[in-house]
């Protein structure tokens, strides 16, 4: 068995649905639970957050003991909106698909730190990857296989979603042939291995389309609630990541101060700049920082104007974006995203 070696959280609820689909299996996962250090108990608050490596120790443990070789596509169909937390209900309340990836990289941490989601645009067509960061390959295989059928069977269920171009895996086809129709069941559209990157893919022009069940006034109660609950996983971050996962969350509604970020964070200004100081960083330092990376993130990833890139990055005026972007890269934002582009032609 490979060494574990991920690091950081996973949430309850994405924990209890792995634990509904071994009922299902008729598996008793508590002497598992145990096995993998994880005290039952804790699981009855959907609020708590376990060590990462906990989950995919007693994944190591659960899948064989499944018999079930495509346990985690499988899992995908206990689906439920707070599998992915508060995030869960966010997508529920968005009014686009395209609205609900803009909020996929502030709050995923919240679902935990199994992966990271992304996205590429490319010739009228989007690629939603997401990118396991956990060790084992055998539980990498089937928590890829879950997160990205817990995706569709969603967006089936919750969003009324449907019609997918085609499922990329990295990982290979399994070995039984037979085992195909499993995937045809989950997905009900091209389903190809061996690819570049795992994840979904879809038609741009859908992420527009309008979700009939959003609401306006509940989404800001939930992202409210998002942004606390950001606040108390981040205590044991550093005080630079602390000011960055907040200013990513603030910087498209009002221009950011450290007087600000003091103040979330609940100390003084002064205070603030001298942890900053000791972890050898400045607030305008993570500010430009933050901000460069977003950007590009913009360019790469989505069709947004530069002029709307500047306000989601808290610039008063779009000039001021242009004459930071050229100094951070030697180029202008406009000739970057023309290069990206074309090497996507290519």
């Not at 009855?44 to 443990?61: G, I, K, M, V, W």
């Not at 389309?209 to 998002?226: D, G, K, R, S, W």
């Not at 003091?262 to 500010?287: C, N, P, W």
């Amino acid at each position: 068995m490979n060494e574990i070696v991920s690091s950081g959280l996973a949430s309850v609820p994405a924990i209890k649905q792995y634990l509904n689909a071994a009922e299902a299996c008729g598996v008793d996962y508590q002497p598992l639970l145990a096995k993998a250090g994880i005290d039952s108990q804790l699981l009855d608050d959907n609020n708590r957050h376990l060590p990462s490596a906990s989950l995919e120790q007693f994944l190591t443990l659960l899948i064989p003991a499944s018999n079930d070789p495509c346990f985690g596509l499988h899992a995908a169909r206990f689906v439920e909106p707070a599998t992915f937390s508060v995030l869960g209900y966010i997508s529920m309340n968005c009014s686009t698909l395209r609205m609900i990836q803009a909020k996929i990289p502030l709050y995923e941490k919240i679902v935990g730190d199994m992966g990271v989601t992304s996205f590429e645009v490319a010739h009228g067509v989007v690629l939603q990857r997401w990118q396991c960061l956990f060790s084992d390959p055998e539980v990498k295989r089937h928590v890829v296989e879950n997160v990205i059928g817990s995706w569709v069977c969603y967006a089936r269920k919750f969003l009324n979603v449907d019609g997918w171009d085609s499922v990329w895996f990295e990982h290979s086809a399994p070995d039984d042939p037979a085992r195909l129709a499993d995937y045809q069941d989950i997905f009900a559209c091209e389903v190809l291995f061996d690819q570049p990157a795992s994840g979904i893919r879809i038609q741009e022009n859908m992420l527009d389309v309008t979700l009939p069940q959003a609401n306006e006034q509940l989404l800001e109660m939930l992202l409210a609630h998002a942004t606390k609950l950001l606040a108390g996983l981040d205590q044991s971050q550093r005080t630079t990541d602390q000011v960055k996962n907040i200013l990513r969350l603030m910087l498209n509604q009002q221009p950011p101060s450290s007087e600000m970020i003091a103040e979330k964070l609940g100390i003084s200004s002064r205070t603030l700049q001298r942890k900053l100081s000791d972890e050898g960083t400045h607030y305008k330092d993570v500010l430009n920082e933050l901000r460069y990376e977003l950007a590009m993130y913009f360019l790469k990833n989505t069709q947004l104007t530069l002029e709307n890139i500047a306000y989601e990055l808290g610039y008063a005026e779009a000039r001021s974006f242009y004459r930071s972007f050229k100094q951070w890269t030697g180029e202008t934002a406009g000739s970057y995203r023309a290069a990206e582009a074309a090497n996507l032609k290519e």
